[in-house]
């Protein structure tokens, strides 16, 4: 009799399974008519199933949710650090200024065409280098950013979500970047179906 009891919730965990399964797809299907119709074509009902089935068990809206947060910290040091050179880039204008203006008050005036000329030369030197590193910084910001999205990607792979994989071609990335899209507005109307039950 237990093992007849074992089969009925066995038959009954796999019908809610199926049944969540066509939501999710249903859910899917109307929202990817929302995208434009390139990608529209490129997401085929299989995909649209697979997707559904790797969200089956709320994981991997768990990990997307993790995975943004993740991404929000790295922009937000990414920016705070370029805000601080900024900030420095400034202050180190503003010095050179206050030394130029000093030194030119103390200057006798004919040798004032002479101080200007080498503060000029001062100054785009400064200049340069404030350049220099402004995009040496850039180019730091990029790859930082470029390596969470292959993290990202490589996450995303490993939990057997369809569609990702570590790439950089730039439809590739559209295409995933539509993916999660769809998972994170799946996940915002499951959160506000969860909050209308409460």
Not at 1 to 8: H, N, P
Not at 45 to 67: H, K, N, P, R, W
Not at 106 to 117: F, I
Not at 131 to 151: F, G, N, S, Y
């Amino acid at each position: 009799m237990e093992r007849y009891v074992g089969v009925l919730e066995e038959a009954a965990d796999g019908t809610r399974q199926q049944e969540r399964h066509y939501q999710l797809l249903s859910a899917l299907q109307s929202l990817v008519k929302e995208l434009p119709s390139s990608f529209q074509q490129r997401l085929s009902y299989t995909t649209l199933s697979d997707l559904a089935l790797a969200l089956l068990d709320g994981t991997v809206f768990e990990i997307v949710q993790g995975l943004l947060e993740i991404q929000h910290l790295t922009e937000k040091s990414l920016y705070n650090q370029r805000l601080r050179l900024l900030k420095e880039h400034r202050v180190l204008r503003q010095a050179l200024r206050q030394k130029h203006e000093e030194a030119q008050q103390a200057c006798r005036p004919h040798n004032l065409p002479v101080l200007q000329a080498a503060q000029q030369r001062e100054l785009e030197v400064v200049e340069q280098r404030i350049r220099e590193e402004q995009r040496t910084m850039d180019e730091k910001i990029v790859l930082e950013l470029d390596r969470k999205v292959a993290d990202q990607q490589s996450t995303l792979e490993k939990a057997g979500v369809t569609g990702f994989y570590v790439t950089s071609n730039p439809q590739e990335l559209t295409l995933q970047m539509n993916l999660l899209e769809l998972i994170r507005k799946l996940q915002q109307r499951g959160c506000q179906a969860g909050k209308a039950a409460l």
